[in-house]
């Protein structure tokens, strides 16, 4: 099986990157520089309404439209509580998020070592992988909707800081989360997400996900973090992944950084061109 990467920056409106497997197109992808991607992106922003109807804020980041934030993708940090009650909620939220993985890992090792149909369609949707998808979008506790109602938590011109999940569509501004994600080359990190570590649900050979988990279990990754390998670090050495672990560490401190320095609305962390997320 030969692979060939084909990338055309000829024009400087558009670059188109294509994969070939013997010849026959695998993936293919664009970015037009008149409409740059804002998924993955990181921006200081601020609240300007919430929709009780909705269970939603919207929050202004910076973009053509106010961005959509849903109650689930609120960090129980963002919650405008008694100290003590958040402290509480925190702690059910960790726990919970802690038995989600482990139920995640024990589905994933108990899976044959053959993709399914729709892992196989997600893979060539986006070239070099979607790492946000493989990382997943944490599940919020049930608990702390069943307690706290958004318009009670969450107030107008609050500053909050938010990654993209989806583009704006048509008249629909962006869809946004307060669990950030950053995507390395083996590894994703999810610095406020208290889950520990993870392998990707796509790695089905019960082998390389048994190396995988004493790995992650060797990064001594802090509290309140997770760590997510990536199909791509399926084959890879402890030094590999703990290189990519503590790149991506840096970058986490970089964007905190540049938070702390930042007015809101704010671009605080840029995802890398396409050209740089093929290689």
Not at 192 to 205: E, H, L, P, Q, V
Request: proline share 3%; with cysteine.
């Amino acid at each position: 099986m030969t692979k060939t990467m084909l990338i055309d920056a000829a024009h400087p409106e558009e670059t188109r990157v294509v994969v070939t497997d013997n010849n026959q197109i695998d993936e293919f992808d664009f970015e037009s520089s008149t409409k740059s991607a804002l998924r993955g992106n990181i921006y200081l922003a601020k609240v300007t309404r919430v929709e009780p109807s909705l269970q939603a804020a919207f929050v202004d980041y910076g973009g053509n439209r106010h961005g959509f934030l849903a109650f689930n993708e609120i960090h129980p940090d963002y919650y405008q509580i008694p100290v003590g009650d958040r402290e509480e909620l925190l702690r059910e939220h960790a726990a919970e998020e802690r038995e989600n993985a482990a139920d995640e890992d024990a589905d994933s090792d108990q899976a044959t070592e053959t993709p399914s149909e729709d892992d196989e369609g997600e893979a060539v949707a986006d070239i070099g992988g979607d790492a946000h998808e493989e990382a997943s979008t944490p599940i919020s506790s049930r608990a702390l909707h069943r307690k706290y109602k958004i318009q009670e938590v969450i107030k107008r011109r609050q500053i909050i800081l938010v990654q993209v999940l989806k583009e704006e569509r048509g008249n629909k501004g962006a869809a946004l989360t307060t669990y950030m994600s950053l995507a390395g080359r083996y590894c994703v990190l999810m610095p406020n997400t208290a889950r520990g570590g993870g392998i990707s649900r796509k790695i089905n050979n019960s082998t390389d996900r048994k190396k995988l988990k004493k790995i992650i279990e060797k990064l001594d990754v802090p509290d309140g973090m997770g760590l997510i390998v990536r199909t791509a670090g399926a084959q890879r050495t402890l030094a590999e992944i703990r290189r990519d672990w503590l790149y991506l560490s840096q970058m986490w401190e970089e964007v905190r950084e540049n938070t702390v320095s930042s007015q809101a609305p704010a671009l605080v962390y840029e995802e890398g061109s396409l050209v740089r997320r093929c290689i």
